[in-house]
């Protein structure tokens, strides 16, 4: 223990400075000792004092000798003396050999200086049987034996009573020294224990616990100084948001934990093309910010400066990652907005670098895009749109349109639900700019819910009006793959009484591509209730001849795009000729979508295609005037 070794340490101090304190007196008393025992021819006296001295003089310049050692050899040295002057002048010289165990227990312990004390008491014992040593006590026979008992049982006493008294006292202060020790062990370790407590409370409060950089928390902060500088030393600086592009695809196809492992990969990379000045912060998912601080004086200095800092970042996240033996690769895009700028707070920035991220997106990820003031105004209408959508949708003012389908004969065989927002001011907002912000947003679930409720009544009325032809609706992936889904359909048809089979739903190819087996197993169990489906914008996506004879559809949709150039062009042209070739072998039904000229509608009849939709024939319009467009017709 701690306490025992500062004992050790004390006693080995105190043997030194007494070997100092022997040499020095011995020095000053045995010299002039042997003197005068030279005069008088004593020259067993002589010897002792010489040779006593010169050994502690040795053991005194021998301080790389083991301690135990030089403390026996010091305590022999004194025995000797302590028998030597015993023989030679007489019983004075006992208190050299009460010497031996007192300091036997000083420099050694309790159990040395018992073996100490019995060594001296036994040696006085038998030294007093001698004959040439005289132990004269007054009153006592003249007998060797009981004087030199009663001698040595005297000494036994008063040297167990000193050598004992020392021991305990030492160890009673080696105990002391212990719970003192133990004590000083206990604060030292609750000491620790709260530093490294605080230490991780500010790791957690401050760090991301996956890749140790700084946490949106840290970052804010380290913006807010860097503003505050900023303004001071007149520096432009740099923030920039990065995501990683299909991230969540490796995350859910490789499992979290190979998702955790590159997203510490990436951390470490950003880290390395990083100054000491600069900061890499994780803030959350797949998304990392980098502040670079101080980049130039000037505002297009340093948006050059970003500019390479950012193409070192897309060429680091661009390197295959290497994990458990696998490679994956990832891209990523990058938004970068520079500071400071007039009014504004790090969340200011953090939502600029954002924007521009997601235009780095939207033209095709795996690029930079510098934040524009445009991209602000460009938010704020989606933003605005987004709420209004949701209030739109909440207070009924959406409607349902009914785009008719006409065959080759003029006869309606079918018709489209196509949603629409109508304005206060009459003006309509088109469903290509509100159906996306509700898919990003999610609200698509709602709103295709809603839409599907709406066909269904739809279905009814029109066959309470005397007509009996079937209504698609689209569904949205995100729509058709809610575990809900069949369920929500199975109770719209309930609710409104509407027949199933009246109902085609539109999919779109991409659901049908990516998890093909659930959305085979989904398809399946609606067309045993009468469902029918239709792949809308067929030819636009990634088509599969697979899915088309695997799953239970009714009819395929040619996109509007191939229409617009048929029969102009060769290439479209050739692809619908293709499509209603192939469709007629599997025995498809399909539908010619955006019919604008008679052209294009004599083409698509001179090639059997079954249904025309488009303005040809009729615009999208409410079921009220539908009814009636359909009640003017021959």
Not at 240 to 267: E, P, W
Not at 413 to 439: H, V
Not at 620 to 628: A, E, G, N, V
Request: glycine content about 6%.
């Amino acid at each position: 223990m701690a306490s025992s070794n500062d004992l050790a340490h004390w006693r080995g101090q105190i043997f030194s400075r007494l070997l100092q304190v022997v040499v020095v007196l011995g020095i000053v008393t045995a010299i002039p000792s042997a003197l005068l025992a030279a005069r008088e021819g004593i020259w067993a006296i002589v010897a002792i004092d010489i040779g006593s001295i010169a050994w502690i003089i040795v053991l005194w310049q021998r301080s790389n000798v083991r301690y135990r050692w030089r403390v026996s050899q010091f305590l022999g040295v004194t025995y000797i003396v302590g028998i030597g002057l015993l023989l030679k002048i007489g019983p004075v010289s006992q208190i050299y050999m009460m010497v031996i165990p007192v300091l036997a227990a000083l420099l050694l312990g309790l159990q040395p200086a018992l073996y100490m004390l019995a060594l001296t008491t036994t040696s006085l014992f038998l030294l007093g049987l001698h004959p040439d040593i005289s132990l004269q006590l007054a009153g006592v026979p003249a007998s060797l034996l009981l004087r030199s008992l009663i001698v040595a049982l005297n000494f036994l006493f008063i040297a167990a009573v000193l050598t004992l008294s020392t021991a305990f006292l030492l160890r009673h202060l080696e105990q002391s020294l212990n719970r003192l020790h133990a004590s000083t062990l206990l604060l030292e370790r609750e000491i620790a224990e709260r530093k490294k407590s605080e230490q991780d409370i500010h790791q957690l409060a401050f760090y991301d616990v996956l890749t140790a950089l700084p946490n949106r928390r840290l970052l804010m902060d380290r913006i807010g100084q860097l503003l505050a500088a900023a303004q001071r030393e007149h520096t432009v600086s740099a923030l920039m948001f990065i995501d990683l592009d299909h991230f969540k695809h490796i995350n859910d196809a490789r499992g979290h934990a190979t998702g955790d492992a590159l997203l510490r990969i990436a951390g470490e990379r950003l880290a390395q093309l990083m100054r000491k000045a600069d900061t890499v912060a994780r803030i959350g998912g797949d998304e990392f910010v980098v502040l670079l601080a101080h980049l130039a004086p000037e505002m297009e200095a340093a948006a050059q400066a970003a500019g390479l800092v950012a193409e070192k970042i897309r060429a680091a996240i661009a390197r295959d990652f290497d994990i458990d033996d696998h490679s994956y690769h990832c891209s990523a895009s990058i938004g970068v907005t520079l500071l400071p700028k007039r009014g504004q707070q790090a969340h200011d920035l953090l939502r600029e670098a954002d924007i521009a991220m997601y235009r780095a997106k939207a033209e095709g990820r795996n690029g930079i895009a510098f934040f524009e003031v445009t991209m602000q105004a460009g938010v704020e209408h989606r933003l605005t749109i987004e709420r209004a959508l949701a209030h739109a949708l909440d207070a009924s003012e959406l409607r349902m349109h009914v785009q008719p389908q006409l065959d080759r004969h003029g006869q309606v065989t079918g018709a489209e639900m196509l949603m629409r927002w109508p304005q206060a001011d009459g003006s309509m907002i088109a469903p290509s700019l509100f159906i996306p912000i509700a898919e990003e947003t999610g609200l698509i679930v709602k709103l295709g819910n809603w839409a599907l409720r709406q066909a269904c009544k739809a279905v009814v009325q029109l066959a309470q009006a005397g007509h009996h032809f079937a209504l698609s609706v689209n569904v949205s992936p995100a729509q058709f793959r809610q575990p809900d889904f069949a369920a929500r359909v199975r109770a719209a048809l309930s609710e409104s009484g509407a027949p199933a089979g009246a109902l085609v739903l539109e999919l779109t190819e991409g659901l049908l591509v990516d998890k093909r087996d659930a959305a085979l197993a989904r398809m399946r169990e609606l067309a045993a209730l009468g469902i029918r489906f239709s792949i809308d914008d067929f030819g636009t996506g990634y088509s599969s001849l697979a899915y088309l004879t695997s799953m239970p559809l009714y009819e395929l949709k040619i996109d509007k795009s191939f229409i617009d150039a048929t029969p102009h062009d060769a290439s479209s042209t050739a692809i619908v000729q293709a499509i209603l070739g192939m469709a007629g072998h599997l025995g498809l039904r399909v539908v010619a979508e955006g019919v604008e000229t008679q052209q294009q509608a004599d083409f698509l009849i001179d090639h059997d295609c079954d249904g025309l939709q488009g303005y040809l024939y009729a615009r999208p319009m409410p079921m009220d005037d539908l009814l009636k467009w359909l009640a003017q017709r021959p």
